[in-house]
């Protein structure tokens, strides 16, 4: 797979600090074997991991789109959606608009499928999205949604802080000022989405 457009300073540094002591045992070849790891994946954090407001739902936008080429849904997902990746959002339209132009400059592909989006002030009519981005919601909206979502083969994202943990399949946040994500394999795997091993590596935490 073509990597060349992804940046390497978020995965070096998450990647030495998880496996440092597994490198002093290992020596040189430890070393190697994180550098070509380093090499094939690292292009998957965008550069601009910048914590300004005004550019995070770019950066975002740009991490999700890349993540969708190690990511997988049930091909009868795409019936509803002639054979298109349907991308929703709910009260979040910055990230509407952000997330449009990180496709627009992937030739408005994810993959070789085309790209179709949607927005509803109701939730439920946005079910057929492959992926959900949600906006400012509260408490209990948001318990409201993850149970209507359950099993459903629908990758929600948010920033809401514990969302991986509370049962949604990817979480942004910033950590010292860059993007981070976590994700949730159980929730994943309830919802029929496939995930690849290698960028559940790159995630901070995983819930199992």
């Not at 910055?94 to 002030?121: C, E, H, L, W, Y």
């Not at 091993?197 to 199992?208: P, Y």
């Amino acid at each position: 797979m073509n990597l060349k457009s992804l940046s390497t300073s978020v995965f070096i540094d998450h990647q030495y600090h998880r496996l440092g002591p597994r490198l002093n045992a290992l020596g040189r070849v430890g070393v190697l074997v994180v550098m070509v790891f380093t090499l094939f994946f690292a292009q998957l954090v965008p550069r601009t991991l910048v914590a300004k407001e005004s550019k995070r739902d770019t950066v975002e936008a740009n991490m999700l789109v890349k993540f969708c080429k190690y990511i997988r849904w049930q091909k009868k997902t795409y019936e509803k959606t002639k054979n298109q990746v349907k991308i929703g959002t709910y009260k979040n339209p910055n990230m509407m608009k952000a997330i449009k132009a990180a496709v627009k400059k992937n030739k408005d592909k994810i993959g070789k499928r085309k790209v179709t989006f949607a927005t509803s002030d109701d939730y439920k009519k946005l079910e057929d999205c492959h992926i959900l981005i949600l906006g400012d919601v509260d408490a209990e909206e948001m318990k409201a949604i993850l149970k209507f979502f359950d099993e459903k083969p629908v990758l929600l994202v948010s920033r809401a802080k514990d969302f991986a943990k509370s049962g949604g399949i990817l979480e942004f946040l910033l950590v010292g000022g860059k993007v981070r994500f976590k994700f949730n394999l159980k929730s994943s795997k309830k919802s029929k989405i496939k995930i690849n091993a290698n960028l559940l590596k790159l995630a901070i935490e995983v819930f199992k």
